[in-house]
């Protein structure tokens, strides 16, 4: 079972225009989500985070929305770069039974920002 | 498809001991895995690469011989934390990239679940 979802493997926008970037989840009980930016070859790298007690975090270009109703959030970038281009991942924070932490990822969507 | 899987999900051991976790890609030969550490509330640290039948190349940073990681197939990549203690405790998580060529983005990575490692 899937419990964090990136339903679009790919993403085309042009340069200058939004990016939304879309993940949902089944588990209520994740308290925190993350969003990764992944170059070829290279590990992802940390982008943008948000809790679960707020609806938006902001940081620059990029800003995160989390709609819990829905267990949907999603990730703007605006204006696209062509720099952009990577593939971004989803990934929720738990706390296990244990009291220790552990992040889901999904499985990613490749952005791609033509100029 | 595409999936990850770590072995075992949660480990216990005693400080002075050695931990071996595995990651194995399912469904799919891996040409490349990612051995990541995570923090609470933190982003990911890379710890290495490694590269199937080949050494791993570790960040800076990171001691090659405290945590002994090993490729040798197409679909296990080995983590080994060596004399282990208390500050070794944490969540590890391996991803995997796919062949050229084959069914899946070759840029994108499939993560494993993660080991929690405590030592005691």
């Known amino acids: 079972d899937q419990q964090v979802k990136q339903n679009s493997p790919s993403l085309s926008v042009q340069e200058g225009r939004i990016s939304i970037l879309n993940c949902d989840y089944t588990n209520s009980m994740f308290d925190y989500f993350l969003w990764y930016k992944k170059y070829p070859a290279e590990g992802p790298t940390f982008l943008i985070s948000?809790?679960?007690?707020?609806d938006k975090n902001e940081d620059g270009r990029f800003t995160v929305f989390l709609n819990k109703s829905a267990k949907h959030l999603s990730l703007h970038i605006v204006p696209s770069q062509p720099g952009d281009s990577a593939v971004y991942f989803c990934?929720?924070?738990?706390?296990?039974?244990?009291?220790?932490?552990?992040?889901?990822f999904g499985k990613g969507t490749k952005l791609t920002v033509n100029p | 498809g595409a999936v990850v899987s770590q072995h075992p999900s949660w480990v216990i051991c005693k400080s002075g001991t050695s931990v071996k976790i595995e990651c194995r890609s399912l469904?799919?030969?891996?040409?490349?895995m990612f051995w990541y550490r995570q923090f609470p509330k933190q982003s990911l640290m890379l710890m290495a690469t490694s590269n199937e039948g080949s050494k791993a190349t570790y960040e800076q940073g990171v001691e090659k011989d405290k945590f002994l990681i090993n490729h040798a197939s197409l679909t296990l990549s080995t983590l080994t934390v060596t004399s282990a203690h208390p500050e070794d405790s944490s969540f590890y998580i391996c991803s995997a990239g796919g062949l050229a060529g084959g069914p899946f983005l070759i840029d994108t990575q499939y993560f494993g679940p993660g080991t929690r490692l405590t030592v005691l």
């Open positions: 948000i809790s679960s007690i707020k």
């Open positions: 469904d799919f030969q891996a040409t490349t």
């Open positions: 990934a929720a924070s738990l706390i296990t039974q244990g009291g220790s932490e552990k992040l889901v």
